[in-house]
T-cell receptor, first 118, second 114 residues
C-alpha cells in the first residue's frame, strides 16, 4: 500500500480563488510529521508547511493552511487567494520511522500539478 | 549560507560508466539524504546518513553507493550507469532525525544515461 496518496494528478483554479489539494497517508506510528513542498517549473523543492501528529491545531503559514484530520489520516493543503505564481507541482510527504528501518525517513506522494488560470 | 549545493547540474553518461554526484551543506546538519525523481513517481529515497560515518539504504538503493566522511559532504556514486538511472537527483539535509525537522533540498542534478 502506498504511504502517501495524492489522488489529484492535476488541478485548475481561478486566480484569487481558494484551492484544496488532497493528501492521505498510511502509518501505524503515533509520532510522525507531515510536510508539503512546492516544485515550480524551475525544479527546486520549496518547503511550505509542516504538521506534527500531536499538534491539535491545524498549521498555517501565510496563504497556506493544512487541514489535518488525524482519524481519517488526511492532511490536505489549502491555498487561499491563488496567485499565478502558485502554478507548480505540490508534494505531500510524511516523516516517520518505518518498520525495520534505522532512522526516520521522508516518503513523498506522487504530486499534484496545480495550474492557476488568470 | 549557501545551503545545500549539488554538482554537476547536468550530466550525460554512457551505459557502464561510473560517476559521483557531489552534495555539500554548510548548515551543520546531521541528517543528509539522496532522492531520485522520476515522472509520475514523486521523490524516492536512495540512501541517507544520520551523521559522519553512518549511512543506510532507502527505498531504491541498488546501483548506488554513498559515504559520509564529513558532516558537510555526502556524495552519491553510480557504480555502472544504466538507462534506468536516468532521473533528476536531489540531495537534502536536515538538523536531525526528528519528525518535525524539514529537509532543505539542493537544486538537483539532471542525469541522462544513454
Amino acid at each position: 500500500a502506498q504511504k502517501i496518496t495524492q489522488t489529484q494528478p492535476g488541478m485548475f483554479v481561478q486566480e484569487k480563488e481558494a484551492v484544496t489539494l488532497d493528501c492521505t497517508y498510511d502509518t501505524s506510528d503515533q509520532s510522525y510529521g507531515l510536510f508539503w513542498y512546492k516544485q515550480p517549473s524551475s525544479g527546486e523543492m520549496i518547503f511550505l508547511i509542516y504538521q506534527g501528529s500531536y499538534d491539535e491545531q491545524n498549521a498555517t503559514e501565510g496563504r497556506y493552511s493544512l487541514n489535518f484530520q488525524k482519524a481519517r489520516k488526511s492532511a490536505n493543503l489549502v491555498i487561499s487567494a491563488s496567485q499565478l505564481g502558485d502554478s507548480a507541482m505540490y508534494f505531500c510527504a510524511m516523516r516517520e520511522l518505518p518498520s525495520g528501518a534505522g532512522s526516520y525517513q521522508l516518503t513523498f506522494g506522487k504530486g499534484t500539478k496545480l495550474s492557476v488560470i488568470p | 549560507n549557501a545551503g545545500v549545493t549539488q554538482t554537476p547540474k547536468f550530466q550525460v553518461l554512457k551505459t557502464g560508466q561510473s560517476m559521483t554526484l557531489q552534495c555539500a551543506q554548510d548548515m551543520n546538519h546531521e541528517y543528509m539524504s539522496w532522492y531520485r525523481q522520476d515522472p509520475g513517481m514523486g521523490l524516492r529515497l536512495i540512501h541517507y546518513s544520520v551523521g559522519a560515518g553512518i549511512t543506510d539504504q532507502g527505498e531504491v538503493p541498488n546501483g548506488y553507493n554513498v559515504s559520509r566522511s564529513t558532516t558537510e559532504d555526502f556524495p552519491l556514486r553510480l557504480l555502472s550507469a544504466a538507462p534506468s538511472q536516468t532521473s533528476v537527483y536531489f540531495c537534502a539535509s536536515s538538523w536531525g532525525q526528528s519528525t518535525s525537522y524539514e529537509q532543505y533540498f539542493g537544486p538537483g542534478t539532471r542525469l541522462t544515461v544513454t
